[in-house]
């Protein structure tokens, strides 16, 4: 095994099977230390983490300055470092925490880029002309009635859906669950999806995920990624169009029609209502737009 590694291994077991995190959490805090690891062993010379010190781990966060990341990337990575020195020093009895007095870096917020309604209308309302049309009228209703992320959306199973009480059940970061309501379009574009090209899509396969690729199995994140693609292309949506932006249109929509904001931040899962409040600057701007195209006054 590679210098450093072992150590690394128990604590990727440890987020896994104590913490319980996703697998995609898990994936970016593996790619933080593998690479924090590489830089220890090819820059710093460093074949155990005992070896480690305050200015090996702040030459670090510099190159990834040097090598243009974000502020927002560099205090993930350096969360990432504490949470990793502290086990250290938890199950190896190591003495000190490396990261412990280096600065985060003031994260800068980019507002999310959202959807106008019209455009909304125009990628919901594509022409269905076969049964994976009907599925991706279902999914692009769901996301956007429920503000799902795209790994919630795919991950639904079937007895997660309560259309009758209009709602559906997803779990979230960290495996929270929450309910989340649906409104009447997207109840009657899954109704048609399981009446009329789910059974179709299993052939004569089971599964219990909700949403099926062509060969019976659960859809993947790709999968959807490209379904949105060729959609936003043939409705004729010029941005750059994300799975996420249908979140942030969702919570924006909202915010913009009266909707309490600790309600959005219940049906987004956020732990922090700061998180949400971000869609409230998105909304003032979009309004100060409005006015400054419609306003006799304004220009």
Known sequence: MEPLQ???????????????????????????LKQYASFLIENRNIQKWE??????????????????????????????????????????????DPSLHIETPKATRKLPKVLSSEEIDRLLSFPITNKFDVRNKAMLETLYATGLRVTELISLKMDDLHLNMGFVRCFGKGSKERIVPLGDMAKDAIENYLSDSRESLLNKKESDYLFLNHHGRQLSRQGFWKVMKQISKEVGIQKDLSPHMLRHSFATHLLENGADLRA????????????????????????????????????
Do not use: C, W
Not at 6 to 27: A, C, D, K, V, W
Not at 63 to 92: C, M, P, W
Not at 266 to 287: C, F, N, P
């Open 6 to 32: 072992e150590p690394m291994e128990e604590f990727f077991h440890y987020l896994q099977i104590e913490r319980g995190l996703s697998e995609n959490t898990l994936q970016a805090y593996k790619r933080d």
């Open 51 to 96: 070896n480690v010190d305050r200015n090996d781990t702040t030459r670090f966060i510099y190159s990834l300055n040097d090598h243009g990341k974000s502020s927002t990337t560099i205090a993930r990575v350096l969360s990432t470092l504490r949470h990793f020195h502290q086990f250290l020093i938890r199950e190896y009895q190591l003495t000190t």
């Open 264 to 299: 959005v931040q219940e049906m987004l899962g956020h732990a922090d209502i700061s998180t949400t409040q971000i869609y409230t600057h998105v909304s003032k701007l979009r309004l100060k737009d409005i006015y400054q195209n419609f306003h006799p006054r304004a220009k």
